[in-house]
């Protein structure tokens, strides 16, 4: 997308006077630390195929504006789906009360440095295949599954795309603008032997068009590794309990590095001092060789962005290298109050919402071993590939993860899948205990979604196998 495209967009369609809209930004930031005009439009859809037919299908188109100010700590902040004059002067008279009983100066804002070109593709991704053509590949999906196994009891697809403009004005004159695709493939298998089911599920997304999920090696793929999983946890014993070494497979897995350790780098918990990680920047917080990069310009990555949604050019941050921590993740209102750059990580839900300090694609960089050595290194123990949901406490670092597929070791080889089995811990612990790092990091196929203060975001996360000295397990076996 262009620059003249998203003016287009915003000004010539709906009238705006692209002059007036950039005086009164200037009017309102007067005299203020920050802030910024952000403006959206947003396209997307959605179909899921249930039960052997189509049970939903949405179409939203949305658009709107928030306009910000910033003074000291404190945020005014007002929003509206009507992109008018009238509407935008409304809400600069909220967001000038962030001022109200305060000494006004004359202040100087840095402006965001550098620029990206730009990640992606200008054509609405959601516009090159009609609507019979993906219901078509849903009914594909499920007929696939279906005829792969008899006991294949019910398979749920969906498909979702999101097509989203955004524009960003300042006080100083200067714009960014971006584009941003967003396309998501769901499969959910339910398997039934001998009056026990068991589910199984695979994803994929990116910002990219469909064409890649409609090929049929690629929904195939998704199809097969939903099936597996389900037939896997038929076969699955009660998860055992106690203290165990645990090997974490790629990829996905990098899950729990995202929740345990990824929020805690957060620049906002930081600042206030509430995350285990606060005022710890030089000291060692996980093992050596481990390092933690999150990056937002991996193109056509579920996470990455051109922009943040400050206007900041997203980066790639070194967080923590060969287990020393060297930086938090920070949006322009934390990194200006902490005296040190914003990274790019300033994003939002929606222009309903006040941008923060969030992750985009975070994960784990490569060690040098395989995952059978760590594998024959373990007695007794754990080996778990998928996770399902999980939390963490941002202030104690401790978390709770529940494992979707996961086995025993046994004398060093992997033995029978087990169900059933939760990880707990403590963030910063277990990045001590690391005692083997693999040769296989990935990221994962692009079905992640964080959420933070009530507001979701697309997210990417990913990391090598890893053998982690000791963990709790939580399990069922009685």
């Excluded at 994929?204 to 090696?217: E, I, N, T």
């Excluded at 206030?272 to 000291?283: A, D, L, N, V």
């Excluded at 050595?373 to 778990?384: F, K, L, P, Q, T």
Aim: aromatic share 6%.
């Amino acid at each position: 997308m262009n620059k003249k495209t998203a003016t287009d967009m915003f000004f010539n369609q709906t009238g705006l006077d692209r002059v007036r809209v950039q005086q009164l930004v200037e009017q309102t930031l007067h005299g203020l630390d920050d802030g910024e005009l952000y403006l959206e439009f947003n396209q997307s859809e959605s179909m899921s195929f249930d039960d052997g037919r189509l049970k939903n299908a949405g179409f939203n188109t949305a658009q709107g504006f928030g306009l910000r100010g910033v003074l000291g700590e404190s945020s005014g902040y007002a929003h509206s789906c009507e992109l008018s004059e009238a509407a935008m002067k409304r809400a600069a008279q909220t967001v000038r009360a962030v001022n109200y009983g305060q000494d006004v100066i004359e202040r100087v804002t840095e402006a965001p440095f550098g620029s990206n070109q730009a990640l992606y593709m200008s054509d609405n991704p959601l516009e090159k295949q009609g609507f019979a053509e993906k219901v078509a590949l849903l009914e594909r999906i499920d007929a696939y599954v279906r005829a792969k196994d008899p006991r294949v009891k019910q398979v749920t697809v969906s498909l979702t795309g999101v097509w989203q403009v955004v524009q960003i004005m300042r006080a100083d004159g200067r714009e960014a603008s971006d584009i941003r695709p967003l396309v998501r493939l769901n499969i959910n298998v339910v398997a039934e032997q001998n009056g026990r089911m068991e589910t199984g599920s695979s994803g994929a997304g990116g910002r990219v068009a469909y064409d890649g999920y409609m090929a049929v090696d690629q929904w195939q793929k998704q199809a097969d590794e939903a099936l597996r999983q389900a037939l896997v946890n038929l076969e699955a014993k009660p998860a055992p309990a106690g203290e165990f070494p645990v090997v974490l497979g790629p990829g996905w897995c990098g899950v729990l590095l995202h929740e345990a350790v990824g929020h805690g780098l957060e620049g906002d918990f930081n600042r206030k001092g509430t995350s285990t990680f606060s005022g710890r920047i030089g000291e060692q917080v996980a093992a050596k060789g481990v390092t933690v990069v999150d990056d937002g310009t991996i193109p056509n990555r579920r996470g990455s962005l051109t922009i943040d949604d400050e206007g900041t050019p997203s980066g790639r941050t070194v967080l923590i290298e060969d287990g020393i921590l060297k930086g938090y993740l920070q949006d322009r209102l934390n990194a200006r109050l902490m005296n040190v750059r914003a990274t790019g990580n300033g994003r939002r839900e929606s222009f309903a919402h006040l941008p923060m300090p969030r992750m985009t694609n975070t994960f784990m960089l490569n060690g040098n071993h395989t995952v059978e050595e760590m594998i024959s290194r373990v007695d007794r123990g754990i080996y778990a590939t998928h996770f399902g949901g999980g939390q963490v406490d941002i202030t104690s670092g401790k978390f709770v993860f529940s494992a979707s597929e996961a086995y025993l070791i046994e004398n060093g080889k992997i033995s029978v899948p087990i169900k059933g089995a939760t990880l707990i811990g403590n963030g910063p612990d277990v990045m001590q205990k690391v005692n083997m790092l693999g040769n296989d990091m990935c990221l994962d196929d692009g079905i992640g979604t964080c959420g933070k203060d009530g507001q979701s975001v697309p997210v990417g996360v990913g990391q090598p196998s890893m053998l982690i000295s000791q963990m709790t397990v939580g399990g069922t076996e009685v």
